[in-house]
C-alpha cells in the first residue's frame, strides 16, 4: 500500500516545497496537490507535469466563503479513498501584503478575510479530510516498534511563532496573530477529538522558521541572511519533525528545529 500525501496550497512557497520534497524523497509516495487555481500556476504546472501518474490535481473548488479553501474536499484523496499526511499551507498575511501595526490600521473586512483563509479553511480542510487520514496506513510518522500501529494518519496545520500568545512581546499583526492563534486552538482540539477513536490522528502546528516566499517578502530586508531560509531547506527540517511525530506529540506547536513553541 503507497503512502498519499495531500498538500493543500501548492502553488507556490512553502506548499510547493512540500511537493517537492515529497515527490524527489518519497519515490513511492502518491501526491495530491491542492490550489486553487491549477492552472494559473507555472511552477506548480512544472512539478506536476515531470512526474506524470504520481500527482493528482484536484479540480480547484469553492473559495474559502463557499467551505472548502483551495479546492479539494473529500474527492480530492478518492483516487485511494485514504490519505496519510496532510499538510495545510494556505494562508495570507493580510489582504493589503503588510500586517497591522497598530489598531488604526485595524478593519473588520480585512480581520475577517485573514480568519477565513488562515483559520477557517484549514479547519474544513481537517473537516473534509479527517474520514481519509482515519483510513490512513500511518505511512508518516513514527509508530512505536514495540506496540501496535499508533496512528493512521498525520494532520499537518502550518503555523507561525507569532500565533503564539505566550511568546508574544511585539504586538502588531492582530490579523495574522489571531487567526494563527485562532488555527492553533483548532489544532488542539482537533488533536483530542480525532486522538479518541482506535483509528487516531496525529495533530500538530509546525512553525517554518521565516522563510523567502511571497508571504514574508516585505520582511526580508530586516532579517539576517542566515535567519532567512530557503522554502526547499524549511520543509526538509519540517519534514524530519514530521518523520518523528507519533501519537505522544499530537495537540502541539513545533518550530522548524523540533523545539515546542507554547499556545
Ligand atoms: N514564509 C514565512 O516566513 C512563514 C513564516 C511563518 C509561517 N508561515 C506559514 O507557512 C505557510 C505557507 O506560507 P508561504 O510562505 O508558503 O506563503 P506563500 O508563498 O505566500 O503561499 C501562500 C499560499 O496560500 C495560498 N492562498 C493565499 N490566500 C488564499 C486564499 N484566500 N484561498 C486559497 N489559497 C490561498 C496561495 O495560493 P495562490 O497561489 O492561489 O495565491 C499559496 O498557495 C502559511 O500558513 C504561512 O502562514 C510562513
Redesign the pocket.
Same mark, same amino acid.
Given at each position: 500500500m503507497a503512502a498519499v500525501a495531500v498538500v493543500q496550497?501548492?502553488? /507556490? @512557497?512553502?506548499?510547493l516545497a512540500f511537493c517537492r520534497h515529497i515527490l524527489l524523497h518519497r519515490p513511492s509516495a502518491a501526491l495530491v496537490a491542492t490550489? /486553487? /487555481?491549477p492552472s494559473g500556476?507555472a511552477t506548480w504546472r512544472a512539478v506536476g507535469a515531470g512526474n506524470p501518474g504520481r500527482v493528482t490535481v484536484p479540480a480547484a473548488g469553492r @473559495? &474559502?466563503a463557499g467551505g472548502r479553501? @483551495?479546492g479539494g474536499g473529500p474527492r480530492s484523496g478518492k483516487r485511494s479513498g485514504r490519505a496519510d499526511l496532510v499538510v495545510n499551507?494556505?494562508? +495570507?498575511l493580510h489582504p493589503s501584503g503588510k500586517g497591522e501595526t497598530s489598531l488604526r490600521d485595524v478593519s473588520a473586512e480585512d480581520v475577517m478575510a485573514t480568519l477565513t483563509?488562515?483559520s477557517v479553511?484549514p479547519l474544513l480542510m481537517a473537516k473534509y479530510f479527517c474520514p481519509l487520514l482515519q483510513r490512513g496506513g500511518g505511512k508518516f510518522g513514527q509508530q512505536h516498534p514495540e506496540k501496535a500501529k499508533q496512528h493512521s494518519g498525520i494532520l499537518i496545520n502550518? +503555523? #507561525?511563532r507569532v500565533g503564539s500568545i505566550g511568546d508574544n512581546v511585539l504586538g502588531g499583526w492582530y490579523s495574522y496573530r489571531m487567526s494563527k492563534a485562532a488555527l492553533n486552538m483548532a489544532t488542539k482540539n482537533l488533536s483530542i477529538e480525532l486522538g479518541r477513536n482506535r483509528q487516531k490522528v496525529v495533530c500538530v502546528s509546525l512553525? &517554518? @522558521?521565516?522563510?523567502d516566499?511571497?508571504?514574508?517578502r516585505p520582511y526580508h530586508k530586516n532579517v539576517p541572511k542566515n535567519k532567512l531560509f530557503s #522554502?526547499d531547506y524549511s520543509v526538509q527540517c519540517l519534514m524530519s519533525i514530521i518523520d518523528r511525530l507519533n501519537i505522544d506529540k499530537t495537540g502541539k506547536a513545533y518550530a522548524w528545529d523540533g523545539s515546542e513553541i507554547p499556545w
Open positions: 496550497g501548492a502553488s /507556490r @512557497g512553502l506548499g490550489c /486553487r /487555481r500556476a @473559495g &474559502p479553501q @483551495g499551507c494556505s494562508a +495570507t483563509t488562515n479553511g502550518m +503555523t #507561525a512553525h &517554518p @522558521g521565516t522563510v516566499t511571497d508571504l514574508s #522554502a
